[in-house]
């Protein structure tokens, strides 16, 4: 079986680059096998192998670790290898605790920095630490793997920490999704792919899940904080629980959408975002296709803007210079009726007859400037 290495590389800039990492998962579970090897051979070894779900072995090298007759610590440093992930170089801390005479017995908890929830929806019982599912599977999994047969005596306790998890948690979505008091561990395969920005995607998807097994029908969906700031001044009935940001990632939220049967949706946006869904893009962040100056254009035409306006749009490279054009001509309720409305005919078409949909556009400050619907 091939092994692989967490020993981290030295990250000079941050570039587009291909190096794998591992998750929190991956680490936590890591830890907890170097510790129970310590506490069964009497030594914490200085690197630790770590066997993922997909069945891949994983080294990762241990930086501390302490150890006595009933209890071993052990630390590791998360590397995100090229993700811009906000763990990256975060200590990742397990605590294995004997249980005498409690044969076969393994307890799970969370520690200082792991999240706690407080939320139905998550799929973790509430006040239950934020260690997802398949983590706790390969945590247990490589935890028995090192025990032997300390387990037919005896069992174990696992605590996983984060010492600087709250202040990291400050930097997700962990607190919007009802998980307080510090990050999630996460890694549904324990591997980190270079900027897929695999956990933000995770939690767009997980807030739709959490807005749809609260029982509600409607949820938002926003590019942003500031976007957000104004669907939720625009929709003040609706509980916190119903609007998502999504960031960039569409398709993967109308899919968890109907995945769920949730029946209505809102998307919250500004021109340069909502062009890209009126083009068509899935994905929306402004490093992958340029925003399609011809659509602006013709949004611009059938605004009323005149020629020599259009062709200027048609060369420019932002759609927010389209808009600043049509409102010098007074035409910007026009422009963004028809740019609502080629958002709603795009996604109805990719998504028929799957959900209520309605835009709302705002400008640069957060004001609302125009909206659509369509129905089912």
Not at 137 to 162: C, F, W
Request: a positive charge; charged letters at 20%; one cysteine or more.
């Amino acid at each position: 079986m091939p092994k692989t290495s967490n020993i981290p590389k030295k990250r000079t800039r941050k570039s587009r680059g291909n190096r794998k990492g591992f998750s929190t998962g991956a680490n936590a579970a890591a830890a907890a096998r170097a510790a129970t090897q310590g506490l069964v051979t009497g030594k914490i070894p200085e690197v630790v192998d770590c066997l993922l779900p997909e069945k891949n072995l994983v080294q990762f090298k241990v930086v501390s670790a302490e150890l006595s007759t009933h209890d071993a610590h052990v630390e590791l440093i998360k590397d995100a290898g090229d993700d811009p992930d906000v763990t990256h170089n975060a200590i990742i801390v397990a605590d294995v605790k004997l249980l005498q005479g409690k044969a076969n017995q393994f307890t799970l908890k969370g520690g200082v920095g792991v999240g706690i929830v407080t939320q139905k929806g998550l799929g973790l019982e509430v006040g239950e630490p934020a260690i997802n599912p398949m983590p706790r599977k390969y945590i247990e999994e490589n935890v028995r793997i090192a025990a032997t047969d300390l387990l037919k005596k005896h069992g174990l306790q696992v605590t996983i920490s984060v010492p600087d998890g709250e202040r990291l948690a400050t930097r997700t979505l962990n607190a919007r999704l009802g998980i307080l008091g510090g990050i999630s561990i996460l890694g549904t395969t324990g591997i980190v792919h270079p900027w897929s920005t695999a956990a933000f995607r995770a939690s767009v998807i997980q807030g739709i899940e959490v807005t749809a097994n609260q029982g509600h029908d409607t949820v938002v969906l926003t590019t942003g904080g500031r976007t957000e700031k104004f669907t939720m001044h625009e929709l003040p009935n609706l509980p916190q629980s119903c609007f998502v940001q999504m960031g960039d990632f569409l398709s993967y939220a109308l899919d968890t959408v109907i995945t769920n049967n949730i029946k209505n949706v809102v998307i919250g946006g500004m021109v340069g975002k909502l062009t890209k869904i009126a083009q068509g893009e899935t994905m929306t962040h402004a490093g992958r296709n340029p925003v399609n100056m011809e659509l602006v254009a013709s949004l611009a035409k059938e605004a009323g803007a005149p020629d020599e306006v259009v062709e200027a749009i048609k060369q420019a490279e932002t759609a927010r210079f389209g808009s600043e054009q049509m409102k010098q001509l007074g035409l910007q309720m026009p422009f963004y009726n028809a740019l609502a409305k080629r958002v709603i005919t795009t996604l109805t078409e990719r998504y028929p007859q799957q959900f209520n949909l309605r835009i709302l556009i705002c400008d640069f400050e957060g004001n609302k400037i125009t909206e659509a619907q369509s129905t089912l």
